[in-house]
C-alpha cells in the first residue's frame, strides 16, 4: 500500500520557533510537493522539488524554505513562525512525467501562538 | 498565472439525488484535470482525472466533462449517498518534462440529507 506519511498530526508553536514538517513517500517519486490548506482558498503550493537537492518556489514562498536531501524526504521550514502561518500543510508526491495520481499525506495541523 | 475557480463552494442534495461541481481554469496550456476528495481527518484522494483530448470520462456513479473550448470541466456524482459526504477539489495541471505544477481550486464542501 502506498503511502506519504508526515511526522506529526497535530503542532502548537509559538510566534518565533523554527519550525520543521517532515514528509517521507515509499513510492520512489522524484516529485514531491508541500501546500497549505486554508477555508475557501484551496490548497496553495508553497513549493515544490523535482529531484534530490532540487527546489522550486510555488505561490506562496514567503516565510518558508524546504530541504530535499534524500528522494524519500521532503522537510518544510518555518524559520521564524509567524501566527498567519497557522494552517493545514499537506505534503504530496507523484512521479515523474506522468499522469498518474498525486498521493497526499494525511496533513499537519500547525497552530503558531 | 493559472487561476482555477470552482462553484459552489457548499452543496447540499438529499440522497439519491445528483450533485453537479463545475471549475473553470484559464491557462490555455493545462492538459490534464484531477479530481480530489478529502474526508475530514484525511489527506485528498484522487477519484477521476481526465486528459485534454478527452470530452468525457466515468467510473460507476461518477463522471467528469471538459469543455476545452470554453476552459470548463465539471464533475457529476450520481446516486448519491452518504459515503459522498466530502470536499471535493478540482484542479488544472501542466505537464512538463521533469516536473507538473497543479493548480487547485477552492474546494466544494458536498453534504448529503438522508
Known amino acids: 500500500d502506498v503511502k506519504v506519511t508526515q511526522s506529526s498530526r497535530y503542532l502548537v508553536k509559538r510566534t518565533g520557533e523554527k519550525v520543521f514538517l517532515e514528509c517521507v513517500q515509499d513510492?520512489?517519486?522524484?516529485?514531491m510537493f508541500w501546500y497549505r490548506q486554508d477555508p475557501g482558498l484551496g490548497l496553495r503550493l508553497i513549493y515544490f522539488s523535482y529531484d534530490v537537492k532540487m527546489k522550486e518556489k510555488g505561490d506562496i514562498p514567503e516565510g518558508y524554505s524546504v530541504s530535499r536531501e534524500k528522494k524519500e524526504r521532503f522537510s518544510l521550514i518555518l524559520e521564524s513562525a509567524s501566527t498567519n502561518q497557522t494552517s493545514m500543510y499537506l505534503c504530496a508526491s507523484i512521479r515523474r512525467s506522468s499522469y498518474n495520481e498525486q498521493f497526499f499525506g494525511p496533513g499537519t495541523r500547525l497552530t503558531v501562538l | 498565472g493559472e487561476n482555477v475557480e470552482q462553484h459552489p463552494s457548499t452543496l447540499s442534495v438529499q440522497e439519491g439525488d445528483s450533485a453537479v461541481i463545475k471549475c473553470t481554469y484559464s491557462?490555455?496550456?493545462?492538459?490534464?484535470f484531477p479530481w480530489y476528495k478529502q474526508e475530514l481527518g484525511k489527506g485528498p484522494q484522487l477519484i477521476i482525472d481526465i486528459r485534454s483530448n478527452v470530452g468525457e470520462k466515468k467510473d460507476q456513479r461518477i463522471a467528469v466533462t471538459l469543455n476545452k473550448t470554453a476552459k470548463h470541466f465539471s464533475l457529476h456524482i450520481t446516486e448519491t449517498q452518504p459515503e459522498d459526504s466530502a470536499v471535493y477539489f478540482c484542479a488544472a495541471s501542466i505537464r512538463y518534462s521533469s516536473a507538473s505544477k497543479i493548480i487547485f481550486g477552492s474546494g466544494t464542501r458536498l453534504s448529503i440529507r438522508p
Open positions: 513510492m520512489d517519486h522524484e516529485n
Open positions: 491557462d490555455s496550456a493545462s492538459n490534464y
